[in-house]
């Protein structure tokens, strides 16, 4: 691979191996993205490309002018998915002094692309069938063509093409991902996981769960892992300036919780947002009391979980309502469609009724979590889950399995509870406790709010992201025997060479 001085210091890398790689910008409102088909043999043509930003396309450095690292963000696609939404969250927040990412969807279903800006450049290379091993070379000419030096792949397809693209197309570093924990893999995919394993040169994963899950089932080195949870736009998910039931977060923190992981400086104003349009759209009562489940249709998220919850909720606090927000995955994956069919099934037969509502995907969802008093997640595995993040940045608390990281993510008592999976009790009667205390929900509102700008910002997504591409940089240049000499040390060397002679 051929080394890129992306930086200042003397191995080429801003702020050093691990260092922050300076201040980070969000891009703005989302205007579209520069979007090429690579579905042709013949190589990706251009359908629409964006104008990018030239203030941020190169970066003078001592040495002269220098290109941004290239990154390929690997996807299988671009639909509503967790790993999806965070390929778009870490794409926007990249710092473009020193890296240029690209995201390459395997499929031509992209729906989340309209968040991006025309600053980030999105190829789309759709694979023909399920196994279409041409989908490797048309790839691997993209990294050349366009200087890629970071593969960083998201789920399986996708990291199984970026091992082989990055074998025979200009070697680049290639990080493969965990975003999820405690499955079984089926037995094709382990194969091809350890066949091809040796070409990745880390892991990203979004959970220490999911970190434990790779060194104990798969057998990779634990300093070969990384972790980085998930990040979600605290500016699109706040809470809104009018909630039912919840007067609006805004005014200064809680000074009591002063020290605890909870607290934040500043608690941001209140976003436009309505919090009572999903509700007036429902016909639910502003007075009543709303719980929600986002959760996309398959059998680890446990609806039926949801639903015995629902139930008994009901019993002791009769003025709630309840809606599940999320569709199955796409061509039956994982049986999901089936898993949906059984789902609708029970429900019918609940005797929850109009209670409980299966709401699809909404594209409004920022208003659909303002729209609750409590959110919950019965799953029984995950890795970092959007939906709690986003419910908090809301200012609405939720109730999780304890699963994964969610003990992390939902610091017990202060953003939320945890419950253990499932003892679907101990779940309704955390979320009646919710219900029944308006101080009480409104503080662990603050709170949960407070947590999410501290820990789980867009920004600190990348600058953790950035710092792992550095180090993976490094360790590739000193493997290579040597590491790139900036413009800097170039002269000195001349110098000393004149005064020699």
């Known amino acids: 691979m051929q080394a890129v001085d992306a930086g200042t210091d003397e191995m080429g890398e801003p702020g050093g191996a691990m260092g922050q ?31 990018g930003d030239g203030a941020r396309g190169r970066c003078s450095v001592a040495g002269g002018a220098r290109e941004p690292i290239g990154v390929m963000l690997l996807i299988s696609s671009l639909e509503a998915g967790g790993a999806e939404r965070q390929v778009i969250e870490l794409a926007r927040a990249m710092d473009r002094r020193w890296f240029r990412p690209v995201i390459c969807s395997l499929s031509d279903h992209v729906p989340l692309a309209a968040g991006l800006s025309d600053a980030v450049e999105l190829i789309v290379v759709p694979k023909r069938w399920k196994f279409d091993v041409t989908v490797v070379t048309r790839v691997a000419r993209i990294l050349v063509e366009r200087r890629i030096r970071i593969v960083h792949a998201f789920l399986f397809d996708a990291e199984m093409v970026g091992r082989l693209a990055g074998r025979i197309g200009r070697h680049p570093v290639v990080i493969s991902s965990e975003r999820n924990t405690d499955y079984r893999r089926p037995v094709i995919h382990t194969a091809c996981f350890n ?38 736009d605290v500016e699109k998910f706040r809470p809104a300036k009018t909630r039912a039931g919840s007067p609006c977060h805004e005014g200064a923190p809680d000074e009591s919780r002063a ?205 953790r992201t950035q710092a792992i591409y550095n180090e993976l940089l490094h360790r590739r240049r000193v493997a290579q025997g040597g590491c790139v000499r900036t413009g800097r040390s170039r002269a000195r060397d001349r110098v000393e060479a004149a005064s020699s002679t």
């Not at 059998?299 to 709630?320: D, G, I």
């Open 21 to 51: 790689a300076g201040p980070f910008e969000v891009d703005g409102a989302a205007t579209g993205s520069g979007v090429i088909d690579a579905s042709r043999p013949g190589g990706p043509s251009r359908s629409s490309r964006g104008s």
């Open 195 to 232: 066949l091809t394993r040796g070409l990745s040169d880390g892991w990203i994963a979004n959970s220490h769960s999911g970190k434990r899950f790779l060194t104990r089932t798969m057998g990779i080195a634990r300093n070969q892992i990384h972790v980085v949870h998930n990040g979600v």
């Open 259 to 463: 020290g605890s992981p909870c607290h934040a400086a500043t608690v941001s104003p209140c976003h436009e947002t309505n919090g009572n349009t999903v509700r007036e759209e429902l016909g639910i009562p502003v007075e009543d009391r709303v719980v929600g489940m986002v959760a996309s249709f398959k059998r680890q998220k446990n609806h039926h979980h949801f639903f015995r919850m629902a139930r008994q909720v009901l019993e002791r606090v009769p003025n709630t309502w309840f809606f599940c927000v999320g569709e199955p995955l796409r061509d039956n994956q994982q049986g999901a469609e089936d898993y949906h069919r059984e789902m609708r099934t029970l429900l019918e037969k609940s005797g929850l009724g109009s209670r409980c509502r299966l709401l699809g995907v909404r594209r409004d969802m920022p208003e659909v979590y303002n729209a609750c008093d409590v959110t919950v997640l019965s799953s029984s595995r995950e890795g970092t889950p959007n939906v709690l993040l986003e419910s908090m940045a809301c200012g609405v608390p939720v109730v999780a399995t304890d699963v994964s990281d969610n003990a992390y993510v939902v610091p017990e008592g202060r953003a939320g509870f945890v419950v253990p999976l499932g003892d679907v009790p101990a779940m309704s009667e955390r979320v009646c406790r919710l219900l029944g205390n308006d101080d009480l929900r409104e503080q662990m509102g603050r709170s949960a709010r407070a947590w999410v700008e501290e820990a789980f910002a867009p920004v600190t997504l990348a600058e």
